[in-house]
């Protein structure tokens, strides 16, 4: 059972019922979260124009009064609005009776309700949102794209490390090269937060193969790119924005001349192929790694069918036991180190001593 | 007379002193600092293959006998090494030998001899490096893009009077859009840093638009982007290796279908004109704001032509005095606020005193 957050994102709560009921009928049990008249009407609208009447679908409601919009401010509304659309979406995973929870709403709510209710993994210090893009030959998986707009040195040292758990999950790759997002190879290049997590990316067991350019992400000469959440937000925003302008700007040329147009006309498959590559909003979300269950953070801006994939994409997360399995892996490298949230506070605990000496 | 560092770059000395060759053919009077022998060694082959011999040339030599290596440590490099080619490019400008200075060098060595020996103009907190990124319809102006990695608040704020006198000044705009980088539209959305910038700029009587997402860099939703360094250099980077990895993909495809090969050949020049707007490499350099004297930035990767473009880039803002006009403005607006480095040094005081009792 997915649990979806039905009023969540900027076309909720109709594209996301919608996308919902596209998934049910795949066969992916769903529990709609959000206001129930209003997601019953929905669904009956769409059963008149299908084929299948939605009562005959695996699809559960569980009603709920309170809506967090997409500009409220995350941790008061997730503290306040307790019986929200996104909160008990959220708690019914904690609880057992969903697996995985698909939210298109506001991201920081979504993140602040995943790390409070899903609890994160014992040792690590902030969940973070890891995502593929796509490389020239591969691709490239990047962590933090959007958690933790703030980084402390230690908080890139670890999403490096669930970095190289997952793509070493994923891609079947025993040491896959991490790098770090900085605007130049050097080692002194990048914000303080950046070369002090450099100095301990060097000393890690890791396969850290130092700073990586933007201008070199798409060259594959990493497998995980480590980023603190806003820069790692920025670079997939600036990829996003700069595809859309490229996308304009070659339209804007057909129309000047008739054999830029005859020749766009006969490689119009090619950039349709090409605007699907780089439009990551198609996958339908990204994962929250470091909690104890699955959290998909969809895009605000989807419509029925990423909401549809992105319910696909949580149902293969858990078919696959993903997260488990990455969580496993991931409290066998802490445990090796004597990482735990007790160890953690007890260093802050000396650290603050000495600092008053 | 327009001094350039010749060692400083991925390929100095030779494309530096061949770009200075074909920008002197122009007419324009150059100081070369460097190695003296070197120097008149590549001047003299490129006579050889060409009509004009350098001696005919305005071509001035200052040996130098130290070089500030790409990967040197920037501040500790521009204060041991005196006799380098690009402290005494950058101190030629200071002593008024010549009136602007161009380096493809260090970049931060560059910015560190620039903030040093050319000096910021009093009340301004950290120079910046802007740079024109061109949008749908016209550019935006976006500062900074390289020069401050770690930014307080309070350096965005004035980040964004340089780029607001100097669009108001070059695009002849009363009231440009002035508009701050961040992962999401709403207040609450940044960095700490960013947040806080937000809260100045909305006090502030500039004509601020709010927070812009990089999706819509080319939008043109605003005349100015204000950043800190380290961001404004991977979104510019990342807008880079984005359009390079199209061009690539588009390519692969090329290769896989008669149809679009046939139809890449005839859309050709539109590929080539498409590159050439967002191969910013191509205008030779960026401007350094907040000093005395104008300082051109240039590419690392520089070659010959993208060295004339900066040295006809820096003579022309000679040519229009657009750093002394920019900088009488600039303290114009200071003192109107009573901004001076003496009023700063008093309130840190003031800070620190409050923060021992």
């Given amino acids: ?76 509304s997730v503290l306040q609005e307790n019986d929200s659309s996104l909160v008990q979406a959220v708690r019914s995973v904690a609880q057992g009776k969903a697996q995985a929870v698909v939210s298109a709403g506001n991201s920081g709510a979504a993140l602040v309700a995943g790390t409070l209710i899903l609890q994160r993994v014992d040792g ?15 691709s490239i998986f990047c962590i933090d794209i959007g958690a933790n707009t703030d980084c402390k040195p230690e908080y890139l040292e670890q999403f490096a490390l669930m970095g190289h758990i997952y793509v070493s999950m994923i891609k079947n790759k025993a040491r896959p090269r991490i790098a770090l997002l900085s605007n130049g190879a050097e080692p002194y290049k990048g914000s303080q937060s950046v070369k002090q997590a450099y100095d301990l ?45 490229m996308v304009y700007w070659i339209d804007q040329e057909r129309k000047k001349s008739l054999w830029h147009s ?35 953070i969809a895009h605000g801006c989807s419509n029925a069918t990423a909401i549809e994939n992105a319910i696909l994409y949580a149902q293969s997360v858990v078919d696959n036991q993903i997260i488990s399995r990455f969580n496993a892996q991931l409290a066998d490298y802490l445990s090796a180190q004597g990482i735990t949230d007790s160890y953690i506070a007890a260093q802050r605990a000396q650290s603050f001593d000495q600092q008053q000496l």
């Fill in 1 to 76: 059972m997915i649990a979806v957050d039905a009023m969540g994102g900027d076309f909720a709560p109709r594209a996301i019922v919608q996308g919902a009921y596209q998934a049910a009928i795949k066969g992916i049990p769903i529990l709609l979260c959000g206001d129930e008249d209003q997601i019953i009407a929905i669904l009956n609208s769409i059963s008149v124009d299908s084929k299948e009447i939605w009562p005959s679908l695996p699809i559960s409601i569980h009603h709920t009064t309170q809506i967090i919009s997409m500009g409220a401010e995350p941790s008061k």
């Fill in 124 to 138: 690590i210090l902030r969940p973070a949102i890891g995502s593929f893009l796509p490389t020239k030959s591969s």
């Fill in 201 to 245: 990316l060097i000393k890690s067991k890791l396969n850290f193969v130092g700073n990586l350019e933007p201008r070199e992400i798409f060259d594959d000469q990493a497998d995980v790119i480590v980023c603190d959440g806003f820069t790692g937000n920025i670079m997939l925003k600036t990829v996003q924005g700069t595809a859309k302008a």
């Fill in 262 to 296: 005859i020749g766009l006309l006969l490689s119009k498959g090619l950039f349709k192929g090409l605007k699907q590559k780089i439009d990551y909003a198609k996958k339908g979300g990204a994962l929250l790694f470091g909690v104890q269950h699955p959290l998909i």
